[in-house]
């Protein structure tokens, strides 16, 4: 039930971009996103609802794929900031009380 | 900053003691949940409630239990803490489609 996430863990330089990607095998209500410093708490990013449309956050945005139950968070011209890990979070029909969060992507961005 | 705390934020304890959490709220929120949180594994839901005495099982609960007898505080409590059991465990609260974390428990289990 747990949402798959890829990569397990993405390597960057300043200035590159990344896609992290989320998968459910369940039909979804929505799907959040929230990135983790190391020995912090989560944050969230962004929430995508079904029917809605895309979402941006500084140069952070993300898709939700209805028919395919699946999420992406484009990370655009990453800066150092960036770095940690990053949850996908989904709210299942029928089950919208509660989130689900897949393993983590880990993000390291370096100069 | 949404209002959560969480206490202890560390503690180390024996195998087979009783071991309570409190998680603390500010804002008035019906929804809170208590996840733990370990490598590999991401954040998985132990138990929730939505509202005063009113809770439900998540992905993980076998081992825990939580009480919730104010709108404010959620306990979850290990009967009998094992060494599976070692893990980061936060809280968290729901309001306006996003969850607000607390700052987490270190719990090790010897």
């Known amino acids: 039930q747990q949402p798959v996430q890829s990569p397990q863990a993405v390597i960057l330089r300043e200035g590159e971009d990344a896609v992290i990607n989320c998968s459910s095998s369940k039909a979804l209500y929505s799907v959040h996103w929230y990135r983790q410093k190391h020995g912090e708490a989560p944050v969230f990013l962004m929430i995508l609802l079904k029917g809605g449309e895309q979402k941006g956050h500084e140069k952070i945005s993300a898709s939700f794929n209805e028919k395919k139950q699946q999420s992406s968070l484009y990370l655009t011209a990453s800066q150092l900031s960036y770095s940690g890990t990053y949850f996908c979070g989904t709210e299942i029909l029928g089950a919208t009380d509660k989130l689900i969060f897949g393993t983590g992507t880990r993000l390291q961005v370096f100069p | 900053d949404a209002g959560i705390t969480q206490s202890p934020r560390h503690k180390v304890t024996e195998t087979g003691t009783p071991v309570t959490l409190r998680c603390h709220q500010t804002e008035n929120h019906r929804y809170m949940y208590w996840y733990r949180q370990d490598p590999g594994h991401g954040l998985r839901l132990i138990h929730y409630?939505?509202?005063?005495?009113?809770?439900d099982k998540g992905e993980v609960s076998d081992g825990y239990s939580v009480s919730r007898s104010k709108t404010e505080d959620f306990l979850l409590t290990l009967e009998s803490a094992t060494s599976s059991q070692t893990s980061v465990y936060f809280c968290a609260i729901s309001g306006n489609n996003e969850q607000f974390f607390g700052p987490g428990t270190r719990l090790t289990v010897l």
């Open positions: 409630s939505y509202g005063v005495k009113d809770t």
